[in-house]
């Protein structure tokens, strides 16, 4: 059963630390994801790869088993299986055995994890007093996935823009992730948000990441006018207005 006692600990006291950040070539004390990776090192969450941490390497659905396990194991007090001898089988099947024998819902773990997949293994792992609302996010522009709200509520996740935009379907890194799983073990990295209101574009059957316009064209053969024009208008996190200028760059003012 994925249930538990309720907690007696702090979720900081239920993932002690249990080794010496070691470091890695690849991350260094002014990344924006160092204090992330340190502290999932610390925890036992998150290791290297052969080559080092690999922060910008898009994230499997095997490294999110892992993690998950882990997680599960951690505050169950349980140990997981031993890894594998057979060369045949990839270094994440016990993971992947371990959560199946749960219950939990598993893509192929060799693929690349969507971040829709990334949150459903581990609120799946995850109980309500490990994930404890400092936000209350009722909808989403993009999503009403009562996994992708938990983690929203909790503040692991604020979105890829104002409006909160989830992106279910795009790939994260594993610095990325490493950000979400230290919010998960250390709450006082969590982050309180509220979302812009995206009504606006719900009401068009647009969402708010929606291209309104796409142009790139030289100007037409016997124009009067010397330029040339690029550009994409988004809306994000504030309505942009496209300047064009006479060196055929593009400038965009809020």
Not at 13 to 18: A, G, I, Q, S, Y
Not at 57 to 74: D, M, P, Q
Not at 119 to 132: G, H, I, Y
């Amino acid at each position: 059963s994925l249930s538990v006692p309720a907690l007696a600990v702090s979720v900081e006291n239920r993932f002690p630390d249990k080794q010496t950040y070691r470091g890695f070539t690849d991350v260094l004390e002014r990344d924006w994801f160092y204090s992330a990776v340190n502290t999932c090192y610390r925890v036992g969450l998150m290791n290297g790869t052969n080559p080092g941490f690999q922060p910008n390497k898009v994230l499997t659905a095997g490294e999110v088993a892992a993690i998950a396990a882990r997680i599960h194991a951690t505050v169950n007090d349980a140990v997981l299986p031993a890894p594998s001898t057979d060369p045949s089988l990839p270094w994440y099947q016990q993971s992947m055995d371990y959560l199946s024998g749960l219950g939990v819902s598993l893509p192929d773990g060799a693929k690349n994890a969507t971040r829709l997949e990334f949150v459903q293994m581990l609120s799946a792992v995850l109980t309500d007093e490990l994930l404890e609302p400092i936000n209350t996010i009722t909808a989403l522009p993009d999503t009403s996935d009562a996994a992708v709200l938990r983690f929203y509520n909790a503040g692991i996740l604020t979105g890829v823009d104002d409006y909160g935009t989830f992106s279910g379907g795009k790939t994260l890194t594993r610095a990325e992730c490493a950000a979400m799983v230290s919010r998960i073990v250390r709450t006082a990295q969590r982050q309180s948000f509220t979302p812009a209101d995206a009504r606006s574009f719900q009401a068009a059957g647009m969402e708010p990441a929606t291209v309104l316009f796409s142009l790139d064209a030289p100007s037409p053969p016997g124009s009067s006018c010397p330029w040339s024009w690029s550009a994409s208008a988004f809306w994000r996190g504030s309505a942009k207005a496209a300047i064009w200028t006479s060196t055929g760059t593009t400038s965009m003012g809020t």
